[in-house]
């Protein structure tokens, strides 16, 4: 079976999960509380020198870390990825997109404010992710004005590599109200089979 290494408030491990449940795949979760440094220590370091989750320990005991490479790593021959290799490229190019312009930004704000709770500590440097996480949501908004999904016209999981972070955006301070192409996405990903929400296991 499966093992997933995950923190279960991080929308990163909210993919995986996501996918796991819509693939009908079952797995065992490892919770790893972030906080009190639980992914700093040698016996985790050895799955991911990096530190980070989520992590998927394969059948055959292997480790893949990142999210969106564990992504692609299960979508292989599904539905979830393109078979058309321009098509799949887009997969990936969104997939990008959202770990470097988006997620550091709509997500890292969500973890100051509503996980860590210091939204004064850190609001210096909230306001300098404003404008960066806006300009991304508007990037959104622009390709979801004239489509139902980011790729080829069907939910893939560039959509859940989006999904996860920007429908609890507003937990990150992010008003998506002026949104109504990417409002309309969430509910269309809301409604894709055995959808799951952040907060079910």
């Known amino acids: 079976m499966l093992k997933l290494y995950q923190f279960f408030s991080s929308g990163n491990c909210y993919k995986i999960r996501l996918l796991l449940t819509q693939l009908e795949i079952p797995f065992e979760s490892v919770e790893l509380n972030i906080l009190k440094g639980e992914t700093r220590t040698p016996e985790f370091l050895s799955k991911n020198p990096n530190g980070r989750i989520p992590v998927l320990e394969t059948q055959s005991g292997q480790f893949i870390a990142e ?27 969104w997939l990008f ?3 470097y312009s988006h997620e550091p930004f709509i997500a890292t ?29 508007d990037v959104m908004e622009k390709h979801l004005t004239n489509n139902d999904f980011f790729v080829g016209e069907r939910y893939t999981i ?13 937990e990150g301070g992010f008003d998506l109200t002026k949104f109504p192409a990417i409002n309309g996405w969430i509910e269309r990903v809301k409604s894709q089979p055995r959808h799951i929400s952040i907060t079910q296991s």
């Not at 704000?109 to 949501?137: H, T, V």
């Not at 560039?158 to 507003?170: E, P, S």
């Open 158 to 170: 560039a959509d859940i590599g989006l999904f996860a972070y920007t429908h609890v955006a507003d």
């Open 97 to 99: 997109f959202e770990q």
């Open 109 to 137: 704000s969500r973890f100051w404010i509503s996980i860590l709770g210091k939204a004064e500590e850190y609001r210096d440097a909230l306001n300098q992710k404003r404008e960066p996480g806006y300009a991304a949501l």
């Open 67 to 93: 999210s969106n490479a564990i992504l692609f790593y299960l979508s292989e021959g599904t539905d979830f990825l393109p078979k058309d290799n321009f098509e799949k490229a887009k997969v990936l190019q």
